[in-house]
């Protein structure tokens, strides 16, 4: 099953060096999520030939523009191109008045229905879920209320060990039912238990957005040894200060998120405009974090 | 005095092909005007150069997201650059509340005044005015309300023609005097009119902006022998039943406009998503006009 992320926005509050805002695409298996919405995702989801009549999801992270600039734009070609399916879109409570007013004074009649689901952000909490997929918030530290977000595959059946059919002699008509947690008694009377029988498909994998925040280190059990962490990294170590006084972080800090929850991997993003060159913010992610990575916008990395 | 239009967005209402919403930027000597803001117009700005600290006036046309979804981000890029002297907005009366209601949820302190000029569209007025130059709205029809805008260059005193000086031996002390309008009478009572003595110093120069709107001949006096002439063209020939059931226009009728206004150049642009090549919307224009130019963002035009 395909599982991947493309970026499509790298950068913070403001557009430079041809790095738009944040914004970026989840691809489970075909199916499309939209992660935060800067001005011009519209334009990126063209550039990348990323197919927007599979997006059916939407998720916000907060009310700062470069988070969510780019929707209302976003939903206005969707309605051009005579979109019909619904949009679930996941954000703070506000964004519905926002849109709202846009519609109102252009006098829209949506083709399509939204499905608004405001965020509760007192705690962390499911969502979203699919036969497949969960979405948990992630409660951040940022100046508006914020929340990440946590996608986790679901465990499927367990898979029966073929070398335990041949020694146990377990009759075909059986593994249905041991494949969903039964034990097995074989023809001797000795019960053989399930977990001894069968092992999970595969790890379950998993993706954590995590952005904006200041540096925090409250939400590291709940993403503990996650897949792919993005987590913003606005400046270089000389900026510590700034990060702390704007409630961002640095890419050191972001490195230590993903070093105290055992992440596999970090891609870091946000970048501020004082930076053209992200060499600096890489290396000293990596001096914490040898996994890091840039969010170069169009890059695809597999979760 | 310099005195050019920068073409930076020049598609209709989806984006496609890397062409961007409407917005252009009117330089008069070093003075930036900006006309319509689609979304991603920073992007254009910081792509062409365009130094925004000039820019105090912004006009918008109509509230469809292609003429405004790029001005709250601007709005914001200037405040997060400490932007501190005014900005004028010029546009329909319900982007105020929009502005607004982005600025409430953000929690937005604006470090620079914004000084919002609702546009009563009943009949053309001129809503801006310097010591150089004029704009007068342009009442066009379309969905919604809309107005173009005409910016017209002011004549400057009269300039005193040298042989004139010569042939009736004017001295030197009344020449300001006739400058300003004043006759002259010479040394044998005979008074010479100012207009035999005078002239403007060059012919006043403007720029229309019309768009979006559908074919219609009523503001033709209001923008006769205009320099350029900016005019909506989204549709060829094929498609003219879908320009008057959409308010638009095919470029054959803008070009029809420029020939009756007896305008020196035209340009068209708002073009539809559905043409990737132009040359035969351009072609269909030449037609009639052959003075016409496609707005290839990034192409600028001198008036």
Redesign the interface.
């Known amino acids: 099953m395909q599982f991947d992320l493309t970026i499509l926005g790298s950068n913070g509050?403001?557009?430079?060096y041809?790095r738009?805002p944040s914004s970026h695409i989840l691809n489970y298996n075909g199916h499309l999520f939209l992660i935060d919405c800067g001005?011009?995702t519209?334009?990126q989801l063209?550039?990348y030939g990323i197919k927007r009549g599979r997006l059916d999801n939407i998720f916000i992270s907060h009310?700062?523009?470069?988070h969510y600039?780019?929707l209302?734009?976003l939903l206005?070609?969707f309605n051009?191109?005579w979109r019909e399916h619904p949009l679930h879109i996941y954000g703070?409570a506000?964004?519905e008045?926002?849109m709202n007013?846009?519609f109102?004074?252009?006098?829209t009649q949506l083709k399509f229905e939204i499905h608004y689901h405001p965020i509760v952000d007192d705690e962390p909490r499911v969502i979203y879920e699919d036969s497949f997929l969960q979405v948990e918030t992630i409660i951040l530290k940022h100046?508006?209320p914020t929340t990440g977000f946590l996608f986790k595959e679901k465990v499927g059946l367990r898979k029966i060990l073929i070398e335990k059919i041949n020694e146990y002699g377990i009759p075909f008509g059986q593994i249905p039912g041991i494949k969903k947690g039964a034990d097995f008694t074989d023809a001797h009377g000795k019960t053989i238990p399930n977990a001894e029988l069968t092992a999970y498909p595969h790890t379950p994998r998993s993706y954590a957005y995590c952005s904006d925040t200041v540096y925090t280190e409250h939400f590291v059990a709940q993403v503990k040894e996650v897949g792919l962490l993005y987590h913003e990294a606005t400046f270089v170590d000389e900026h510590t200060a700034r990060a702390l006084e704007t409630f961002h972080t640095t890419g050191r800090q972001a490195a230590t998120v993903a070093k105290q929850a055992g992440a596999k991997k970090l891609v870091i993003g946000h970048f501020s405009a004082r930076y053209e060159n992200l060499d600096l913010l890489l290396s000293q992610s990596r001096e914490v974090f040898p996994e890091t990575y840039l969010a170069i916008e169009g890059t695809v990395f597999e979760i």
């Not at 509050?13 to 430079?16: E, G, K, N, S, V």
């Not at 009310?63 to 470069?66: A, N, Q």
């Not at 109102?104 to 006098?107: A, D, E, P, Q």
């Open positions: 509050a403001i557009p430079a041809d738009h001005e011009g519209q334009f063209n550039k009310l700062h523009g470069d600039f780019g209302i734009g206005t070609s051009l191109n703070p506000g964004l008045e926002i007013v846009h109102k004074h252009s006098k100046r508006l």
